[in-house]
């Protein structure tokens, strides 16, 4: 079991910066995949960036450029830096771990955090 603490949300000015960061209760150098999703009010959930175990990384296309995902596995923690955040980067923020290691397999694992709000004023 993984339990997962994110922290660094909050309200900033449009082109402000903001850094998210995902604390791991156990190793995250197990876990497959380390991942930001973002949820806006009215909107389904929708995959922000990932990290894999070897880092290499993906964004989604409307981030590309301004977040970057890294991960410090000696601190079992995953940040997301944002840069130029623009009003519609406003939306609840969560960590998910994906996929657990072990050994030669990648057996099914999936843990959420609890959320952190991000709001970008115009």
């Known amino acids: 079991q993984v339990q997962l603490v994110e922290s660094g949300g909050g309200l900033v000015q449009t082109e402000g910066s903001l850094r998210l960061s995902c604390v791991a209760s156990?190793?995250?150098?197990?876990?497959?995949?380390m991942g930001w999703y973002r949820q806006a009010p009215g909107k389904q959930r929708e995959l922000v960036a990932g990290?894999?175990?070897?880092?290499?990384?993906n964004y989604a296309d409307s981030v590309k450029g301004r977040f970057t995902i890294s991960r410090d596995n000696a601190k079992n923690t995953v940040y997301l830096q944002m840069n130029s955040l623009k009003p519609e980067d406003t939306a609840v923020y969560s960590c998910?771990?994906?996929?657990?290691?072990?050994?030669?397999?990648?057996?099914?694992?999936?843990?959420w955090g609890q959320g952190t709000q991000v709001t970008v004023s115009s």
């Open positions: 998910n771990a994906d996929g657990c290691i072990m050994g030669e397999v990648i057996a099914w694992c999936d843990y």
């Open positions: 990290i894999t175990s070897t880092g290499n990384t």
């Open positions: 156990g190793s995250i150098s197990s876990i497959n995949v």
